[in-house]
């Protein structure tokens, strides 16, 4: 069995530099792997700052949400209102690899930021943009985030056909749209950057949220087109305490499942290998269920799972990250912000071999203004000062 190492060699995206201009969710978090893998992650905000640094839950005004989406990178304030401001994010574009932004198609273009202004000065820059409706074609002016999406994207409605008595989607604060938008980028990025390794060329990526969901409706756009006679549903089932879930999808689950919970003559009253799949999956979920409503849901998890079916209770997901299993990984980490820690999940990139993991601080606003602006373009530090006192850099 694998166990947990310390790595051997440095993050995989060791020596990448990347100037991160997005705000909110699903920039935010492409570029947080990023970290996670050893880049060097500037994070490019107005004076204000990304909003989302005002978001709950805050404590001292800092916000841990924000933290646990920008935490392992720097902060840079720079006035793109100020034309000086454009043509210092444009020489310190020369010295970086990676380029992100989430505006809404055209904001970068309108402060002179575009791929062709950027390219110009860098060839073979990798650029990513990541917005709701994409680059290409009519919704490229819409703007949009996740919930817009969900809805635009069938993902709704697909889901709310799978509840007992619907009646209207669900209300909800998710943001799946974003983080998928997030890891696709990141994915697209490390192809382009290994792309450019082998040709000299750089690249431009155009990463739609719509266009991420639709990838994710696999089943419901082909049974929409070739519908059948419907499909095996997981549901809660009821314990003493709470719920559990269960998933006897193979043969082998099958019979685990009825031989963990002490009744194997359920496989001839229920087969699930025959036409009648659908009503016999729920008519044995109905009689598990009066088992599973007599013990508490640790015990249901432990007898089935220990059976080898598949099983788990619900929990928060505070109880997920104190399990075992996950600590076993190193998989809760501490970050500091300056109000104190606060956990987060480490890294999924979860890599054995080279370093892989949250980096556990959470940049202030400005604070790594002087530092970038110095060292990436070789300045002294009195023409760091007019750049400061001239508005065109913020410090913390």
């Known amino acids: 069995m694998m ?22 969710i699903a920039g935010p978090y492409s570029t947080r792997l ?3 893998l050893g880049a060097e992650v500037v994070k490019i905000e107005s004076p204000k700052g990304d909003l989302l640094r005002g978001a709950a839950p805050l404590r001292n005004k800092r916000s841990s949400y924000f933290g646990q989406l920008n935490c392992g990178k720097k902060s840079l304030v720079v006035d793109l209102k100020q034309k000086s401001g454009v043509e210092l994010m444009l020489e310190l574009v020369t010295h970086a690899d990676v380029v992100l932004e989430n505006f809404r198609p055209g904001v970068m273009d309108a ?60 209300q909800g604060a998710n943001a799946t749209a974003d983080y998928l938008a997030a890891t696709h980028a990141m994915a697209a990025i490390s192809a382009a950057l290994f792309r450019r390794e082998k040709t000299g060329f750089g690249e431009r ?11 994710m409706l696999a089943y419901e756009i082909q049974d929409e087109q070739f519908p059948s006679q419907g499909r095996t549903l997981y549901k809660p089932l009821e314990t003493l305490d709470g719920f559990v879930i269960l998933a006897p999808n ?20 229920f087969p699930l290998n025959t036409a009648d799949r659908v009503k016999n999956w729920d008519l044995l979920l109905k009689e598990v269920e ?20 598949p099983c788990s209770r619900y929990m928060t997901p505070l ?10 990984r190193g998989g809760v980490v501490e970050v500091d912000d300056g109000s104190g820690t606060f956990l987060v999940p480490n890294s999924p990139l979860h890599s054995l071999e080279s370093d892989s993991r949250v980096r556990p ?9 002087r530092e970038i602006v110095g060292d990436w373009l070789t300045l002294s530090s009195e023409e760091v000062e007019r750049l400061v006192a001239e508005g065109i850099v913020g410090v913390d």
């Open 205 to 215: 990526l155009d990463i739609a949220l719509l266009d991420v969901m639709h990838n």
């Open 319 to 328: 109880e997920s990250l104190d399990q075992d299993l996950v600590n076993e």
């Open 361 to 369: 601080s959470v940049p202030d606003l400005g604070q790594h203004s």
């Open 290 to 309: 009066g088992w599973t409503k007599q013990r508490s849901s640790q015990e249901c998890e432990d007898i089935i799972s220990a059976g080898g079916c």
């Open 111 to 170: 402060l002179g930021l575009s791929y062709e202004a950027v390219r110009d000065r860098k060839p073979d820059i990798v650029y990513c943009s990541v917005s709701g409706y994409g680059h290409i074609g009519s919704g490229r002016g819409r703007a949009a985030y996740a919930p817009i999406i969900h809805a635009a994207s069938g993902y709704d409605l697909a889901y709310m056909a799978y509840l007992e008595s619907p009646e209207k989607p669900l």
């Open 34 to 36: 990023m970290a996670d």
């Open 250 to 269: 193979s043969g082998k689950n099958y019979k685990d499942l009825l031989s963990a919970i002490g009744h194997p003559e359920w496989h001839e009253r």
């Open 3 to 24: 166990q947990k190492q310390e790595p051997t060699t440095p993050g995989a995206l060791d020596g990448v530099r990347v100037l991160d201009f997005s705000m909110y």
